[in-house]
């Protein structure tokens, strides 16, 4: 008997009850016929060539489409591109049409043949793995001389999508808008599929194990993405009472979206400043309307990695002053150019870092291309003239990096001095604490800026030393974690001593039970995915501080990380007994039992 129960984690709150799709990535055994006439050339060269086009639309397209989020996939619709617009692919299947008289499919199957077996012979393991690139690009434009594309997906239905795993490229094929929800056999909590799917606004749930065997297409599902359960066919009476919890849950979002403009001001009078993370200008009205008070990071790296050649200042600056004009008159947060390790340019991936997150990346990167750095801090400080700027450093590690950024920073305004072009002389410049090191030496780092933002998911991954990545160590990626509790603490208290407020900007802040221990230790600001805004300042507004306070005292001398998980499930559990099953959390779930 088949199994008809999953279990996965949930990456994106919400139910979804629909018919499933699973996505098939394997390339379709090419069965047209091998051989043409002499007089088919001409219908065989078009066929080819109108695959190659539509291949390439489609790309282009996709590349419009994914959400700005998943913007470390961006740089393979790049190269899928590149690949697709390559002569020698394309010549080489041209020339088997004409000279071998073989059908196009054929022909491509030669060409990508005959690439192959050239990759095979370079030693460059980087090269080789580009062939993984060409076959996929391979299977995009035999779909389109098959026709498979149109006829493998479920006719104008919402439906819910299963796959293997999913990267944006793997949806290229598929209308977003049809999708309710995803389901992956792999993945971990910090898996793309939950950012994609958190920034679609859709339920998830990944790392669910053998889904293609046991689901077919057009059975009809339950996506549980609150407890973390799929169920394949469900009777009558299952469907009905998650159809009744899905009402729930919209009202429940619909309570928060009528209350998202209300302020995060819990009672007793403290308040603190809710903004939001994005990486396009777009996305500014999504964080305004979900009652953010502006942009707190800004992630540069998009406007650099989906593209082959990196911006012009003036692209920079036309991007800046758009996002600035539409924030305005709320502050946004622009965060220097974060590249490296998991948000490679293109250029970056030759570099063949055995440890990319411990290498040439954030304001490292920076210092070492400072074209590109100078080309990007004269961007932000023009458009700095257009609405409510500020600017920080990422992965600063001590005070030597910071006063070389910032002394590359003063030239930059000198330059625009001598050239009288204005920007805003008053505006605030920040750095990331991300590294211990930089936390270690947070009372030094304090005299010199004039904010912190703590980048929780580097600073996680870089003290307890577990990629933030690598689902086989998710596990211990423990944000309750005394160590990390200490830390933030120990920053905390710093910065206030020299008069610095504090944000947070990794996941921990969107996080019912972290934001306890955060808002108990004292933090100024926090900032988030914009659909996390309303839930978030909605336990905000219900909080007693008091007790906050006392958990943050506990947690930062507990020594386990289970019984501090437990305590803060208990406190919101008791504070919030019927609208907690709504929120998701990155802690273990598994701890509080
Ligand atoms: C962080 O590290 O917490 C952060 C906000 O930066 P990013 O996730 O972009 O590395
Ligand atoms: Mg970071």
Redesign the pocket.
């Given at each position: 008997m088949k199994r008809n129960i999953f279990h996965g984690i949930s990456v994106s709150a919400g139910i979804a009850i629909g018919r499933a799709f699973f996505l098939a990535r394997k390339f379709p055994q090419v069965q047209a016929a091998r051989e043409i006439s002499p007089t088919q050339t001409g219908t065989e060269l078009a066929r080819l060539d109108a695959a190659f086009e539509s291949t390439r639309r489609e790309i282009e397209d996709a590349g419009r489409r994914i959400p700005p989020s998943l913007k470390d996939q961006t740089g393979i619709l790049a190269a899928h591109l590149m690949i697709c617009r390559d002569p020698k692919l394309i010549q080489a299947a041209r020339q088997a049409v004409k000279s071998d008289f073989l059908s196009a499919e054929w022909a491509l199957e030669k060409a990508v043949a005959a690439i192959a077996e050239s990759f095979s012979l370079i030693e460059d393991s980087y090269i080789r793995e580009r062939l993984q690139d060409v076959r996929a690009v391979a299977e995009r434009i035999m779909g389109h001389l098959r026709g498979r594309l149109a006829s493998a997906l479920p006719p104008d239905e919402p439906f819910i999508l299963l796959a293997h795993d999913i990267t944006p490229a793997d949806t290229l094929e598929l209308s977003l808008k049809q999708i309710i929800a995803f389901a992956t056999e792999e993945g971990s909590r910090t898996a793309h599929t939950g950012i994609m799917a958190r920034s679609l606004q859709i339920p998830a749930v990944v790392g669910v194990g053998a889904l293609e065997e046991a689901v077919n297409d057009g059975d009809m599902l339950v996506l549980d993405a609150l407890e973390g359960l799929i169920l394949v066919n469900p009777d009558q009476a299952v469907l009905s009472r998650y159809q009744t919890q899905q009402n729930k849950f919209s009202a429940f979002q619909a309570t928060l979206r009528r209350n998202a403009k209300l302020p995060a001001e819990p009672p007793g009078g403290f308040r603190v400043a809710v903004r939001g993370?994005i990486e396009t200008p777009d996305e500014v009205m999504a964080v305004l309307k979900a009652g953010g008070e502006g942009i707190g990071?800004y992630?540069t790296?998009y406007g650099f990695i989906c593209r082959v050649e990196p911006p012009s200042e003036e692209d920079l600056f036309e991007e800046y002053r758009r996002l600035l004009s539409a924030a305005a008159p709320h502050k946004v947060v622009f965060?220097t150019l974060?590249v490296g390790?998991?948000?490679m340019l293109w250029d970056q991936k030759m570099l063949e870092e055995a440890n990319p997150a411990l290498g040439l990346r954030?304001i490292r990167y920076c210092l070492r291309n400072q074209d590109v750095f100078r080309r990007q801090l004269r961007a932000i400080l023009r458009a700095s003239m257009y609405g409510n700027a500020a600017l920080m450093f990422?992965m600063i590690s001590g005070p030597r990096e910071l006063r070389q950024a910032k002394a590359v920073l003063n030239e930059v305004k000198q330059e625009l001095d001598t050239s009288k072009v204005p920007f805003d002389r008053h505006m605030p410049v920040g750095l990331?604490i991300?590294l211990p090191a930089a936390a270690m030496t947070a009372d030094i780092l304090a005299r010199e800026v004039d904010f912190f933002?703590?980048?929780?998911?580097?600073?996680?991954?870089y003290s307890i030393a577990v990629d933030?990545t690598n689902k086989h160590v998710s596990s211990l990626h423990q944000p309750l974690h005394p160590g990390i509790v200490r830390t933030i603490k120990l920053v905390v208290d710093m910065a206030h001593m020299a008069g610095v407020p504090v944000s947070?900007?990794?996941?921990?802040a969107s996080d019912p039970y972290c934001l306890l221990i955060l808002l108990g230790m004292g933090i100024d600001e926090i900032?988030m995915a914009p659909q996390a805004i309303p839930g978030i300042k909605h336990i905000i507004r219900h909080l007693d501080l008091d007790e906050c306070t006392r958990l943050a005292r506990e947690a930062h001398d507990a020594g386990s990380i289970q019984a501090v998980n437990r305590l803060v499930k208990l406190t919101l559990a008791q504070a919030f007994p019927d609208e907690l099953p709504f929120y998701i959390s990155l802690l273990d779930t598994g701890d509080f039992a």
């Open positions: 993370n990071l992630r790296e965060r974060d390790a998991d948000k954030g990422p990331m991300e933002s703590i980048g929780t998911n580097d600073l996680i991954q933030r947070i900007c990794g996941e921990m900032s």
